[in-house]
């Protein structure tokens, strides 16, 4: 039985091999999963379509993968519970000798490159196989270090620093590794986001005391008439966007040449990093979902991103995106158009800050926001009046509620 990769939709044309689960010779079940292949949106699984064994792999990690290609073969087994002599021996025979050691063909590529000793690293694939990504961590830590006389191979490139009367520099290492699909895919859309919007940046900050309060006073209640669902920051962003999209629907809206699309629906992307690279799954119809709903998808969302299981319908459409860089304690930022969209919405770090507050100056937890938007569609005078209206309903949760 062939080993075929998926069917790739019209937007993608070829994929890179990402990673075998399985060794060739190795037993698996139905519906395991044989192989990662990494395309420049999502990461695609290759299933196993029946109960038997991987006989042979034709495509090593790290290789372009077409649409439908046969990237292995596979010999189905009846009984479960019992392995065929004869597969046990074809798997043998044709299981490649870069495998006979529990470790794959990139991961022993970059190994012998970076001039360590594939046993020394430790695996983390099924049953101890050494990935591709162990090596790697293994060069970021520096465990080992090429010799000189490895300062001609390919990925790594060792530099003799030049002795001074003080000190003497050892060997300085610089590594090449090439950028994942997904990376060069986000790469070049940001850069086409810049170089084809009127892009510009206005800030505001908001004062997140009520918030902060009505967390602390319903988190327990709020958990436990929800299923276990934390309350958090960000469904109260999602929500406040939706309202001042609905006030400022140039906002929501999207350039399709000369003509402007206004969108009558609210589709709001929340941005997740991952190890891969930012994605941008969208959570559909907010104006139609609790607080609790809106948690609960993104917290899927990104538990699905982090494990590499995002599926194009998951990141396609969005009509105004939210990215949250306060996890990562950044205190102000100026975040980039996801285009074809005209707005995006950055939140930050919580900040406790001296403000004057009637007339007395008090410490407040303030955060700073940022709205970049396309001045093409949008004027400035539109872009401050969205952003004070979230100001408003952060502020005051009750606006929300009350849609004010």
């Known amino acids: ?26 037993f698996v079940r139905r519906d395991d999963v044989l192989a990662d292949i990494e395309t420049d949106k999502v990461v695609m699984e290759v299933l196993a379509q029946d109960n038997g064994t991987l006989t042979e792999i034709l495509k090593l990690e790290g290789e372009v993968v077409e649409s439908d290609e046969i990237i292995g073969r596979f010999e189905p087994v009846a009984d479960v519970g019992v392995r065929s002599t004869s597969v046990q021996s074809k ?3 044709d299981a490649p000798d870069t495998e006979s050691d529990g470790a794959s063909p990139a991961a022993r590529k970059l190994a012998s490159e970076s001039g360590i000793d594939i046993d020394d690293v430790i695996g983390s694939g099924r049953d101890g196989r050494v990935t591709k990504e162990d090596v790697v961590r293994v060069v970021a830590r520096g465990v080992k270090v090429p010799d000189v006389d490895d300062a001609a191979s390919p990925s790594v490139k060792v530099h003799a620093a030049p002795s001074m009367d003080t000190r003497t ?10 950028m994942t699909r997904l990376r060069v895919s986000i790469a070049k859309r940001l850069v086409e986001a810049q170089q ?26 709020f958990q436990q008439a929800h299923n276990g669902t934390r309350l958090g920051f960000m469904s109260f962003f999602v929500r406040a966007a939706t309202e001042a999209l609905k006030r ?3 906002v929501n809206a999207s350039i399709d040449g000369e003509d402007v699309v206004y969108h009558g629906y609210y589709d709001i992307g929340v941005a997740v990093s991952t190890d891969r690279g930012l994605v941008v799954p969208v959570v559909r119809e907010t104006d139609a979902l609790s607080l609790a709903q809106i948690e609960d998808e993104i917290n899927a969302y990104g538990q699905r991103a982090r494990a590499g299981k995002l599926t194009l319908e998951d990141m396609a459409g969005g009509t105004f ?22 707005g995006v919405l950055g939140m930050h770090k919580i900040q406790e800050r001296a403000m004057v507050v009637d007339g007395e100056v008090v410490v407040r937890p303030m955060m700073y926001l940022a709205l970049s938007y396309d001045h093409r569609l949008i004027d400035g005078r539109e872009a401050v009046q969205f952003l004070i209206a979230i100001k408003g309903m952060i502020e005051d949760p009750a606006r929300i509620l009350l849609e004010l």
């Open 196 to 221: 084809n919007t009127a892009m510009l940046t206005t800030f505001n900050e908001v004062d997140m005391a009520a918030i902060l309060a009505l967390r602390k006073q319903y988190q327990d209640d």
């Open 1 to 26: 039985m062939d080993i075929k990769a998926p069917t790739f939709p019209e937007s993608i044309t070829e994929g890179t091999l990402a990673q075998w689960h399985i060794a060739s010779g190795e």
């Open 321 to 342: 995106t939210i990215s949250n860089g306060g996890v990562f304690g950044s205190l102000m930022s100026t975040p980039i158009l996801n285009a074809p969209q005209t």
């Open 91 to 93: 798997a043998k025979i």
């Open 169 to 178: 520099f050892g060997e300085r290492v610089e590594r090449r590794v090439p």
């Open 248 to 250: 400022y629907p140039s």
